[in-house]
């Protein structure tokens, strides 16, 4: 299947951003761990001991977040659930509201409305792949972050890392592959 030019330009855009968004939240886990190592070896914290209770809550909810992305980006991502969101994108009333939201957009509907019916609906799966991912990601790095929580209340960084690791795992797992997702969309389609 042969697609539009308009199309490529605007698949490209929100890859671009995809991946870049991807990229800035893996290489924040490398963050995350720098500042847990800077605040428990060069600060001295004084604070006192918090009860087992609160390390349990935060590793039951790091774990709870690492399998709400997994399970969650296996759901929104399946085949039934994209087919009965796509047919709600780009439609002529979606497209109207954003002409009056009078935001500064009327380039990117033009370049929509230009789109075969067959090309808005991959364009409506790039976006809602786009929207998936984000939150997915999302999920997926509260981990690393209670996972910096933890280091800061053990005082120790080294706690940081079987977060980190996790997530690393999660976001490797999560990197944007639209193409194979649109292939697969395609075939199921066909």
């Not at 790091?62 to 009965?84: P, T, W």
């Not at 079987?162 to 199921?188: C, D, E, Q, S």
């Amino acid at each position: 299947m042969e697609f539009s030019k308009n199309l490529h330009e605007l698949l490209d855009q929100q890859i671009f951003f995809q991946k870049l968004i991807w990229f800035m939240l893996t290489g924040s886990i490398f963050v995350y761990i720098f500042i847990a190592f800077i605040i428990t070896t060069q600060l001295k914290l004084e604070f006192a001991d918090m009860p087992d209770s609160v390390f349990l809550i935060v590793k039951i909810l790091s774990f709870g977040c690492g399998i709400a992305a997994i399970f969650l980006r296996k759901h929104i991502l399946s085949d039934e659930y994209v087919k009965s969101r796509i047919s709600k994108e780009n439609s002529p009333e979606d497209l109207a509201k954003l002409v009056k939201s009078g935001k500064p957009i009327l380039d990117l509907v033009g370049k929509i409305e230009k789109l075969t019916p067959p090309e808005r609906e991959i364009y409506g799966a790039c976006k809602w792949y786009f929207r998936a991912e984000i939150i997915c990601l999302a999920l997926g790095d509260n981990v690393v972050i209670l996972g910096f929580l933890n280091s800061i209340l053990v005082k120790n960084w080294q706690s940081i890392l079987p977060y980190a690791g996790v997530t690393l795992a999660l976001n490797f797992a999560m990197f944007p592959r639209f193409h194979h997702f649109i292939r697969a969309y395609l075939k199921a389609e066909i």
